[in-house]
């Protein structure tokens, strides 16, 4: 129903910046909260940043005033800009969708209804110094 694939990450200098590109394609009427979480190595999923369909972003604690997110409504991407990386940023990124209204089919006609949390399959960014 939704998929969502991500581009960007690889190998970037500590002190470098990059920037990570999501786009959402499938039955998707409207996207409430896009964003980005990560799991380091050994470490649990932690939210990066996410931004809500007015454009209100969060950001975890770990990478305010480095990382801006954005996105693009009329394209269903989501963007995250990276400056200043440290190797503690060296994680798998995953781009999320936590809601959506989509279009889902059964047996009779397409119908709208809400999805919930889909995930990209990870691109890994490593910051080597």
């Known amino acids: 129903q939704v998929q969502l694939v991500e581009s960007g990450g690889g190998l970037v200098q500590v002190g470098g910046s990059t920037s990570l590109s999501c786009t959402a394609s499938g039955s998707i009427v409207k996207i409430y909260t896009m964003g980005w979480y990560r799991r380091p190595p050994g470490k649990q999923r932690e939210l990066v940043a996410n931004?809500?369909?007015?454009?209100?972003?969060t950001y975890g604690d770990s990478v305010k005033d480095r990382f801006t997110i954005s996105r693009d409504n009329a394209k269903n991407t989501v963007s995250l800009q990276m400056i200043t990386l440290k190797p503690e940023d060296t994680a798998i990124y995953y781009c999320?969708?936590?809601?959506?209204?989509?279009?889902?089919?059964?047996?009779?006609?397409?119908?709208?209804?809400?999805?919930?949390?889909?995930w990209g399959q990870g691109t890994q960014l490593t910051v080597s110094s």
């Open positions: 999320n969708i936590d809601r959506a209204q989509i279009w889902a089919s059964g047996t009779g006609a397409p119908y709208l209804t809400m999805g919930w949390d889909y």
């Open positions: 931004i809500n369909e007015g454009g209100t972003a």
